[in-house]
């Protein structure tokens, strides 16, 4: 099948490896996007920093369900929390709309029941409480802690009911 | 549920930057992000920063809930065209993107000959079913209607209205709604006695009759007297979802005195009762409380004095701290008061010159429907249609 150089576009990944994409796929990528249109000359290959082959993977996946109207069969299952943490950090670098409504949501659904503590290490923040100011929000919404499948916290000893 | 990727990638802690980190946040619910408010300062005042605010806001009108899935709109409207002559209740289908279609409903034949303050209870239907209320003096109509196929059925008397020859009944209709355990749609009233005025009970027949809670089962086809102190209604907003019925109230469990203003959730299952009672910061005796469903999420609009409307969804039932402020609407000229919420993020008004509007809280915008409505007399109904019979059973 005959096609025409200009319908794809070279993306390199952090790991090296070479995707070309069609450029409706690319035209999602707002970041990729801003590089060819800076570009003067037409661009031979676009290096997308923070983006893996097995995030392009994804991408492609997710670009074909979409193109068939069956955006709502995209799962991230198979992706542990630190791995869709990763996915959703290159999708915003890309600069890419839909799926990162799709991401965040994700992310969003895996932390719900989580505690502090790994909310914190999860986001790479410091906890900026002095202790007695953690001590008053934390007896404040004391309630938001409670509930069987809220993850306890790991520095509080578990209650006896 | 933890699997390594393979030996290529090191795990690295990447920091989430902010405008990221809100993105998630933003779509949590209530209990999650008052949980995490503990993770740093700047995340304790969520609520009170704008950029985040927004995002919240445009999530929460955005996302479709479940409850309201092929639903459509009712408007039941009561008013007198001509001043000091009869009132009328009519039934309206809202629909289009601005509800602009108006289509009227005719009432089953119980109403056909007196139209007037027809009541859908608790502003909902069950499998297409609403429940529909009348009280017209000693005259009282209850009865199932599905208004896609037509099918009617009135409910049976109580047992418990007339008790003494010398009490007279007023009752309040407090809620109707869906027993999933038990497949059966529920009725629940509040009865409360008075000596019939101007006739004098013999001592002998003195009979002092209580006020009661009774609930009437379709499946059963009769009325049961519920033993439990729960506090009776304040107001027309009575709300169900997912099988319980919602009101708020001002007097306590046994209904005496004046308490400070609470929701109460009745499980139509279980039938036990849960309170929560509302913020200090939300009640103020100059205050008028609207309790409505926004989005699928209980929420009181609170009007106060300076004409401005606040929007509080509750983040947890039984928990007076999860009251979260989460819309504010700015003052809104002529409005009077609330009279229902739709799917997205609209909210129904009348104004103080009878007009019925709807205001989008996306948009800010403010429309009129094209009908006018009596104080305290309009409602919004989101209701699901269906073609089974009533009951289904």
Redesign the interface.
């Known amino acids: 099948m005959a096609s025409s150089s200009s319908n794809l576009i070279s993306l390199k990944t952090s790991?090296g490896t070479v995707f070309k994409v069609e450029r409706a796929l690319a035209k999602t990528m707002k970041t990729v996007q801003a590089i060819i249109e800076e570009a003067d000359a037409n661009i031979y290959m676009i290096p997308i920093h923070n983006v893996?082959s097995?995030h392009m993977d994804m991408i492609i996946d997710y670009y074909k369900l979409s193109v068939a109207g069956k955006s709502k069969e995209f799962s991230v299952e198979?992706l542990?929390?630190?791995?869709l943490?990763?996915f959703?950090?290159a999708v915003?670098y890309l600069n890419m709309e839909d799926l990162?409504e799709v991401l965040?949501?994700a992310?969003?659904d895996r932390?719900?029941?989580k505690s502090?503590g790994y909310?914190?290490?999860?986001?790479?923040?410091?906890?900026?409480?002095t202790p007695e100011?953690?001590a008053a929000?934390?007896k404040?919404?004391d309630?938001?802690?409670k509930?069987d499948d809220?993850e306890p916290e790991e520095d509080e000893e578990k209650q006896e009911e | 549920?933890?699997?390594s990727?393979g030996a290529?990638?090191a795990?690295?802690?990447?920091?989430?930057p902010e405008d990221?980190?809100f993105?998630?946040?933003s779509?949590?619910?209530l209990?999650?992000l008052?949980?995490?408010?503990?993770?740093?300062?700047s995340w304790?005042l969520l609520f009170e920063n704008l950029h985040f605010l927004n995002m919240y806001r445009n999530y929460f009108i955005s996302n479709n809930h479940s409850y309201y899935d092929g639903t459509s709109i009712l408007l039941n409207q009561t008013n007198n065209p001509l001043s000091g002559e009869a009132f009328h209740s009519t039934l309206y289908l809202l629909s289009g993107e601005r509800f602009e279609n108006m289509v009227k409903l005719d009432w089953p034949p119980p109403f056909h000959e007196d139209d007037s303050f027809i009541e859908i209870l608790s502003k909902t239907s069950v499998n297409g079913t609403l429940c529909l209320a009348q009280k017209n003096g000693m005259d009282l109509k209850c009865l199932f209607w599905n208004p896609t196929t037509d099918e009617f059925k009135i409910i049976p008397s109580s047992p418990f209205l007339y008790q003494s020859p010398y009490m007279e009944p007023t009752v309040d209709f407090n809620g109707f709604g869906y027993d999933h355990v038990r497949d059966d749609y529920k009725v629940l009233r509040w009865l409360c006695f008075f000596n019939i005025t101007g006739v004098e009970v013999p001592w002998e027949d003195y009979l002092y009759v209580d006020p009661m809670w009774e609930i009437y089962s379709l499946r059963s086809n009769s009325w049961t007297k519920l033993d439990i102190e729960m506090p009776a209604s304040a107001s027309n907003e009575k709300l169900h979802v997912d099988g319980v019925c919602h009101w708020w109230s001002i007097h306590d469990d046994i209904n005496c005195y004046d308490s400070p203003p609470r929701l109460v959730s009745f499980d139509l299952c279980n039938e036990v009762f849960l309170t929560t009672h509302l913020s200090s910061d939300m009640i103020d005796p100059l205050n008028i409380l609207h309790l409505t469903l926004l989005n699928g999420f209980i929420a009181f609009i609170i009007y106060d004095q300076t004409t401005t409307f606040h929007i509080r969804i509750l983040?947890?039932l039984g928990?007076k701290?999860?009251w979260t402020k989460v819309f504010i609407l700015e003052p809104l000229p002529s409005i009077e008061h609330p009279i229902g919420a739709g799917r997205k993020g609209e909210i129904f008004f009348r104004k103080d010159d009878d007009e019925l509007v709807w205001f989008d809280l996306s948009t800010q915008m403010i429309e009129e429907l094209g009908v006018k409505g009596r104080e305290h007399c309009c409602h919004i109904v989101i209701y699901k249609d269906s073609l089974l019979p009533i009951g289904g059973f």
């Open positions: 790991d893996f097995h198979k542990d929390n630190d791995e943490k990763d959703l950090l915003h990162f965040t949501q992310v969003a932390l719900e029941k502090v909310v914190r290490k999860y986001f790479g923040i410091e906890n900026d409480f100011e953690y929000i934390r404040k919404n309630w938001a802690f509930g809220i | 549920m933890e699997k990727m290529t990638n795990k690295v802690i990447n920091h989430i990221l980190a993105s998630i946040l779509k949590l619910p209990k999650s008052k949980r995490f408010g503990c993770v740093r300062r304790a983040g947890e928990v701290e999860s």
